[in-house]
C-alpha cells in the first residue's frame, strides 16, 4: 500500500499561472481532506470532500477550487497563483468512524508564487 | 482561526526525560488527536482521546483530557533522539445532531528536541 501520495512535490510559479496538485489515496477512504502549512503554524483546512462527487469548503477556501472525481483522487486547484498562497499543502483521508476519524497525510507539496 | 493554543512552543530535553506537551482548545470536541510530524515530512496520527475519556496510554504515551478546562496534554517517558519532531493537537468538533465528517482543527504545534 502506497497510502496517500501528492504530486508534485515542489512547484515554483509565477504570480498569475495556475496549477493542479493531484492528491492520490489506495486506502478506499471516504473522506478527503487539503490543508496547508504556513511557518510557525498548524494545519488550516482549505477544502475537503466527503465522498465522490462531493466538495465543501474549509476554513481558508478563497483562492483554489477542487475536484473528486474519483474516489481515490482529490485535486486542489489555483487558478491564478498568489504570493500569499506560498505554502506547503497537505492532503490527508480517512474512514467514517463514530469513534473518531484519524486521518492519514501525504508528505506534502512544497509551492512557492513568485 | 486556530482551535487549539499549545504550550511550549518549544521544549529541549536530554535522551531519557520525559517530555510533556500540553493543548487547550476553544469549543466543545468529539475527540482530541496528537499528530506528530518530522521535518519536511507529512503527519503521522499518534492516539486519540475521545471527549468521554479522561486518560489514554499506548506505549511510552499517555494522553490526558480534562473537558471541564478544554486542555489536553501528552506526555512522552523515556524520550529518544527519534522523537525529536513537532507535536501537533487537532481536535475534532462534537456537532449536535449531525457529523464533523472527520474534520479537524490543529493547533500551531510544539518543536520537540531530543539530544542524545
Known amino acids: 500500500n502506497a497510502g496517500v501520495t501528492q504530486t508534485p512535490k515542489f512547484r515554483v510559479l509565477k504570480t498569475g499561472q495556475s496549477m493542479t496538485l493531484l492528491c492520490a489515496q489506495d486506502m478506499n477512504h471516504e473522506y478527503m481532506y487539503w490543508y496547508r502549512q504556513d511557518p510557525g503554524m498548524g494545519l488550516r483546512l482549505i477544502h475537503y470532500?466527503?465522498?465522490?462527487?462531493?466538495?465543501a469548503k474549509g476554513e481558508v477556501p478563497d483562492g483554489y477550487n477542487v475536484s473528486r472525481l474519483k474516489k481515490q483522487n482529490f485535486l486542489l486547484g489555483l487558478e491564478s497563483a498568489a504570493p500569499s498562497q506560498t505554502s506547503v499543502y497537505f492532503c490527508?483521508?480517512?474512514?467514517?468512524?463514530?469513534?473518531?476519524?484519524?486521518?492519514?497525510f501525504g508528505p506534502g507539496t512544497r509551492l512557492t508564487v513568485l | 482561526s486556530q482551535q487549539g493554543e499549545e504550550d511550549p512552543q518549544a521544549l529541549s530535553i536530554q535522551e531519557g526525560e520525559n517530555a510533556t506537551m500540553n493543548c487547550s482548545y476553544k469549543t466543545s470536541i468529539n475527540n482530541l488527536q496528537w499528530y506528530r510530524q518530522n521535518s519536511g515530512r507529512g503527519l503521522v496520527h499518534l492516539i486519540l482521546?475521545?471527549?468521554?475519556?479522561r486518560e489514554k496510554h499506548s506505549g511510552r504515551l499517555r494522553v490526558t483530557l480534562d473537558t471541564s478546562k478544554k486542555s489536553s496534554s501528552l506526555l512522552i517517558t523515556a524520550s529518544r533522539a527519534a522523537d525529536t519532531a513537532s507535536y501537533f493537537c487537532a481536535t475534532e468538533p462534537g456537532e449536535a445532531g449531525g457529523t464533523s465528517y472527520g474534520k479537524l482543527t490543529f493547533g500551531q504545534g510544539t518543536i520537540l528536541t531530543v539530544h542524545p
Open positions: 470532500s466527503v465522498g465522490e462527487g462531493t466538495t
Open positions: 482521546i475521545r471527549s468521554n475519556e
Open positions: 490527508a483521508s480517512s474512514y467514517p468512524s463514530y469513534i473518531g476519524n484519524e486521518q492519514f
